[in-house]
């Protein structure tokens, strides 16, 4: 795997979030966090449950405002910059639990991906890499969302984050609920469309699956990030493989599976 971006090296940094304070109300859930996302390559950010991650992720996407703190990508400050314009500058975000319109077609969420002006021009581009990408899409495409399996619900979420063009794509749980096969197939697909250039903000709860494909890590616990490395360095760290591996495997031992298919 490519080495990991420095702070010095600022061409290879996409996306940098600095000293992010986030909160709901009265109660904060971020606490000065700061990571980057080197450009081309998938970063992921693990952690407990309520660690603040899928906060971090919505900060990201401008879904939620850090009331203190810097977002900069390729440099430029977008930290007060809408959601919408979050995306048209390509920042691409699925949220966990896929939230698709449960009564709409597999094409018209898709659809849903590129509702800015500047994508619907070549939704019908946008189409064709996605059912390239997914051919099970393709063949679904009349099909509601709701009554696809929860591995094509997924698939379509995927897809429809691809539709706005991404150069950040961001995933949230992606695994979340899957049957083994299944996770297989998306971290497949994950790795697939890094491969095809697109830059990777990865949160997981399957944590050696996660740690596998990214490049870099980060360890955020209770609205902190505590813990940074490459992933070769965060699959050995004690803490890590007591943690969030078990302390009974190996650093290249597939965790167990136990989730059963939606
Ligand atoms: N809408 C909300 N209103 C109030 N508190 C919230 C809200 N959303 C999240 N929180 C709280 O913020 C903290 C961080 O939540 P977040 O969803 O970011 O964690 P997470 O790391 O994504 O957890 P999980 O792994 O369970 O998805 C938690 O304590 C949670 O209860
Ligand atoms: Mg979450």
């Not at 950010?45 to 906060?55: C, P, V």
């Amino acid at each position: 795997m490519a080495e990991p971006q420095t702070s010095t090296d600022r061409s290879a940094t996409l996306l940098s979030a600095q000293n992010l304070e986030v909160s709901y109300g009265a109660t904060q859930v971020l606490w000065g966090v700061t990571f980057s996302v080197a450009r081309g390559k998938i970063t992921c950010i693990i952690g407990a449950n309520g660690a603040g991650k899928t906060t971090a992720l919505n900060t990201v996407a401008g879904v939620l405002r850090a009331k203190r703190g810097q977002l900069l990508l390729n440099g430029d400050d977008i930290t007060a910059i809408s959601t919408r314009g979050r995306v048209k500058r390509h920042i691409s975000l699925v949220p966990e639990g896929r939230q698709l319109w449960p009564g709409m077609s597999v094409e018209e969420n898709l659809l849903m991906g590129c509702f800015l002006p500047q994508f619907r021009q070549r939704s019908q581009a946008g189409l064709a890499r996605v059912y390239e990408l997914f051919p099970r899409l393709k063949e679904r495409r009349h099909q509601m969302a709701g009554t696809l399996s929860g591995g094509e619900q997924q698939m379509c979420a995927i897809g429809r984050g691809l539709m706005a063009e991404p150069q950040l794509l961001m995933l949230d749980e992606p695994s979340l609920g899957l049957a083994p096969k299944l996770v297989d197939e998306i971290f497949e697909f994950i790795v697939n469309i890094a491969q095809q250039g697109v830059t990777i903000l990865l949160v997981g709860q399957n944590v050696n699956y996660t740690l596998q494909i990214s490049h870099y890590g980060y360890v955020m616990e209770t609205g902190r990030i505590t813990l940074e490395g490459p992933t070769e360095m965060l699959m050995n760290n004690e803490f890590v493989r007591h943690a969030y591996l078990g302390v009974a495997e190996g650093p290249q031992t597939k965790e167990p599976q136990t989730k059963e298919p939606l």
